[in-house]
């Protein structure tokens, strides 16, 4: 599926782009996915559109299958890498479970600056993308993933959120879709 539309009020939230995770080993290119997304920040930014920039600090408590998956971050590991361009204009989430909704005020934020739709990228595509992608439909927002501007560890789990779960919660389609989406919009 393609990008339809976008609406007048639309975020782009941009999760875990931080040092610690673009450095692990990804199923595409690192530089890739942060070059896209500081094509789709340039853009939201040149407009006044909500940005937000989230990034992750731990992780719940609750046991796994996989036991403790996340590391003890240390600053460097929870800073957000610099490809974003980080502003003042720009809102600020630390997370500590996949979702940036959870505990982070992210809903009552957007709430505020009257957020119908939102644009989700980053890393992991089926972890901390996904789950926010979920919260963020479970809310009533429009989702749209560019699928060009996320990737994961895992490039199975990638695929699969990509051709099963998104389809169900959002729109996908490409950076180019959304930027032309955006320019339809003005």
Same mark, same amino acid.
């Given at each position: 599926?393609?990008?339809?539309?976008?609406?007048?009020?639309?975020?782009?939230?941009?999760?875990?782009?931080?040092?610690?995770?673009?450095?692990?080993?990804?199923?595409?290119?690192?530089?890739?996915?942060?070059?896209?997304?500081?094509?789709?920040?340039?853009?939201?930014?040149?407009?006044?559109?909500?940005?937000?920039?989230?990034?992750?600090?731990?992780?719940?408590?609750?046991?796994?299958?996989?036991?403790?998956?996340?590391?003890?971050?240390?600053?460097?590991?929870?800073?957000?890498?610099?490809?974003? %361009? $980080?502003?003042?204009?720009?809102?600020?989430?630390?997370? =500590?479970? +996949?979702? #940036?909704? &959870?505990? !982070?005020?992210?809903?009552?934020?957007?709430?505020?600056?009257?957020?119908?739709?939102?644009?989700?990228?980053?890393?992991?595509?089926?972890?901390?993308?996904?789950?926010?992608?979920?919260?963020?439909?479970?809310?009533?927002?429009?989702?749209?993933?560019?699928?060009?501007?996320?990737?994961?560890?895992? %490039? $199975?789990?990638?695929?699969?959120?990509?051709?099963?779960? =998104?389809? +169900?919660? #959002?729109? &996908?389609? !490409?950076?180019?879709?959304?930027?032309?989406?955006?320019?339809?919009?003005?």
């Amino acid at each position: 599926m393609s990008v339809t539309a976008l609406d007048p009020k639309t975020a782009l939230i941009v999760v875990d782009l931080q040092k610690g995770i673009v450095g692990l080993p990804l199923a595409h290119p690192a530089a890739d996915v942060l070059a896209r997304n500081a094509e789709l920040l340039a853009e939201f930014r040149r407009r006044g559109l909500p940005v937000v920039l989230v990034n992750v600090a731990g992780g719940p408590a609750g046991r796994n299958d996989l036991g403790a998956s996340f590391p003890a971050p240390t600053a460097e590991w929870t800073e957000l890498a610099p490809e974003l %361009g $980080a502003t003042e204009g720009d809102h600020l989430v630390t997370k =500590y479970s +996949r979702s #940036a909704f &959870t505990k !982070t005020g992210l809903n009552e934020w957007l709430s505020e600056q009257g957020v119908t739709q939102v644009v989700v990228t980053g890393i992991a595509t089926s972890s901390g993308v996904e789950s926010t992608a979920r919260d963020a439909h479970e809310q009533g927002y429009h989702v749209t993933v560019p699928v060009d501007a996320v990737t994961d560890t895992d %490039g $199975a789990a990638h695929d699969h959120t990509i051709a099963k779960i =998104y389809p +169900r919660i #959002a729109e &996908t389609g !490409t950076t180019k879709d959304v930027l032309a989406a955006l320019a339809d919009a003005s």
